[in-house]
């Protein structure tokens, strides 16, 4: 992929640029690894780590963002709890019915993984957006922030391999494992060009999150028409991710949603900026 390929206008500098001279071979070498040994993938390890390492990325750069925000010490508090408290009883109910199999297809004749993965967003993105303390908190932390932290989506990889090895329908592993590797591939780039180029790093770091969204519409999509339920249009050799199978079911039931709302959050803050740097005399 090269520059060339993209609008000028929104093509990050050389130096975000240079941030894939690591990313990109480390992700390269994790894929093949899980490749090369699938039980790797199969433990359900590196899956785990990686949640628990995102949710507590989010908690550490709420309360770092609110040590930056001007409010009183009791404000802080209150704010990281309200978010925070929600956030982990989500977490705790998600990872709880994933591992008793309450996503599975057959469980219940409720679409119970599509309300997983709609419900949240629903619900927390016109919360989030509204929020004028959450707006405190998005004028307080460094904008880069909240895109570097998708880096993690590079762990879609696993659903990218899946399909190569035949365990996952390759008409919805495909798409989405690549989909996902390049959103996190190019989530540092993005959010280097946003921290130091201005108007054109604004511009990269809207095209990043609109084809991070984009990315989950087309997985979702997918991932709907090929597991069995009322929106089955294919049938695959194999189970879809919304066969509801512990670990990989909490990608749809958790960590979905919770990049879009990381998504919206994102868009607010960079638009928000953008409307009080236009406002300064």
């Given at each position: 992929m090269t520059t060339a390929a993209f609008p000028t206008d929104i093509v990050p500098s050389g130096p975000a640029w240079r941030s894939l001279l690591w990313i990109a071979p480390a992700t390269l070498?994790?894929?093949?690894?899980?490749?090369w040994q699938p039980a790797?993938?199969?433990?359900?390890?590196?899956?785990?780590?990686?949640?628990?390492?995102?949710?507590?990325?989010?908690?550490?750069?709420l309360?770092?963002?609110?040590?930056?925000?001007?409010?009183?010490?009791?404000?802080?508090?209150?704010?990281?709890?309200?978010?925070?408290?929600?956030?982990?009883l989500w977490f705790a109910v998600a990872w709880s019915a994933a591992i008793n199999g309450v996503f599975h297809a057959d469980t219940s004749p409720l679409p119970v993984l599509p309300?997983?993965?709609?419900?949240?967003?629903?619900?927390?993105?016109?919360?989030?957006?509204?929020?004028?303390?959450?707006?405190?908190?998005?004028?307080?932390?460094?904008?880069?922030?909240l895109i570097a932290l998708q880096a993690y989506r590079v762990v879609g990889s696993v659903f990218l391999v899946a399909g190569l090895r035949g365990a996952l329908p390759g008409v919805f592993a495909l798409p989405a494992g690549i989909g996902d590797v390049l959103t996190?591939?190019?989530?540092a780039p993005a959010a280097i060009a946003l921290a130091t180029s201005g108007a054109q790093g604004r511009r990269a770091a809207i095209a990043w999150n609109i084809f991070g969204l984009a990315d989950?519409?087309?997985?979702?999509?997918?991932?709907?028409?090929?597991?069995?339920?009322?929106?089955?249009?294919?049938?695959?050799?194999v189970p879809s991710i919304g066969a509801?199978?512990?670990?990989?079911?909490?990608?749809?039931?958790?960590?979905?949603?919770s990049s879009i709302l990381l998504h919206a959050l994102s868009l607010r803050q960079i638009f928000r900026r953008r409307g009080l740097a236009a406002a300064r005399p």
């Open positions: 070498a994790w894929t093949m690894l899980i490749y790797i993938s199969a433990s359900g390890v590196p899956s785990a780590a990686a949640r628990l390492m995102t949710y507590g990325l989010i908690g550490l750069g309360s770092l963002a609110l040590e930056r925000a001007d409010l009183t010490p009791g404000q802080r508090r209150a704010t990281w709890l309200l978010v925070m408290v929600p956030f982990t309300l997983a993965i709609f419900l949240p967003a629903i619900i927390g993105a016109p919360l989030l957006l509204r929020s004028k303390r959450m707006g405190q908190v998005l004028d307080a932390m460094p904008a880069a922030w996190g591939l190019f989530a989950f519409a087309v997985a979702i999509t997918l991932g709907l028409i090929t597991s069995a339920g009322p929106f089955q249009l294919i049938v695959p050799n509801g199978v512990y670990p990989n079911v909490l990608t749809p039931a958790f960590v979905v949603p």
